[in-house]
């Protein structure tokens, strides 16, 4: 059974552009968390989602972020207009819908 | 809101020490309590959790109690390896009802560094 799985591993965007940022879940799991781990920091969470719902969006930011979590296919963090304060590497988990959750690798994004 | 404390680091030990890293929690709602690993370049890995008050999680020779009455939730290894060497971080859910799913509230993380 696949883990979580994320891609790019590693986004390389120059400042003004997009950048999207892919989570497949565990089979089975329909419960997707986004969090942000800026360089020897903690984890921070930003949005979690349920299948075509948001449920808790408290740690987004209010401009530029959006996160979707589509009927079929995976989960996308959306950044419009990256800053150089967005290079960060952000983390997808999931779960089956209990406290437990499952974390992929990652992407590392550099805003040149 | 909720917070959780965890003691700085990098903790560097000789191999085969006993290792201890505290952590602490807020004390709202009912939270379950967790330890993640995370290697150089991974992601997080689940070490072990505790859903309420006295339960003991352990894995991999790791043990962390869940005290409700200290707040805490302390991380022990009574023989470290090499390959413990990690970040570790402690956190907690919202705990607005046990066991069921919510964001995590991670601590800092703290740097384990184990020579020979």
């Known amino acids: 059974n696949a883990g979580v799985m994320q891609n790019p591993r590693h986004l390389v965007r120059r400042r003004g552009q997009e950048a999207r940022l892919r989570c497949s879940p565990m089979?089975?799991?329909?419960?997707v968390y986004w969090y942000r781990q800026l360089p020897e920091e903690g984890l921070k969470f930003m949005v979690y989602?349920?299948?075509?719902?948001?449920?808790?969006e408290s740690g987004m930011p209010k401009e530029r972020f959006s996160a979707e979590f589509p009927k079929e296919g995976p989960s996308i963090l959306r950044i419009q207009q990256v800053v150089r304060g967005d290079s960060a590497a952000y983390f997808c988990?999931?779960?089956?819908?209990?406290?437990?959750?499952?974390f992929g690798p990652g992407t590392r994004l550099t805003v040149l | 809101g909720n917070s959780v404390t965890q003691m700085e680091g990098p903790v560097t030990l000789s191999e085969e020490a006993f290792l201890t890293i505290n952590c602490t929690y807020t004390?709202?709602?009912?939270?379950?309590l967790f330890w993640y690993v995370q290697y150089p370049g991974e992601g997080l890995q689940l070490l072990l959790k505790?859903?309420?008050?006295?339960d003991k999680g352990s894995n991999k020779g790791f043990e962390a109690t869940y005290r409700k009455e200290t707040t805490s939730f302390h991380l022990e290894k009574g023989s470290v390896q090499v390959s413990d060497s990690a970040v570790y971080f402690c956190?907690?859910?919202?705990?607005?009802?046990?066991?069921?799913?919510?964001?995590?509230?991670f601590g800092t993380g703290t740097r384990l560094q184990v020579t020979l």
């Open positions: 988990a999931s779960s089956l819908g209990v406290d437990e959750q499952f």
């Open positions: 956190a907690r859910n919202s705990g607005n009802r046990p066991g069921t799913a919510s964001k995590l509230t």
């Open positions: 089979k089975g799991h329909s419960h």
């Open positions: 505790a859903t309420k008050a006295d």
């Open positions: 004390a709202t709602g009912y939270p379950s």
């Open positions: 989602l349920q299948k075509e719902n948001i449920i808790d």
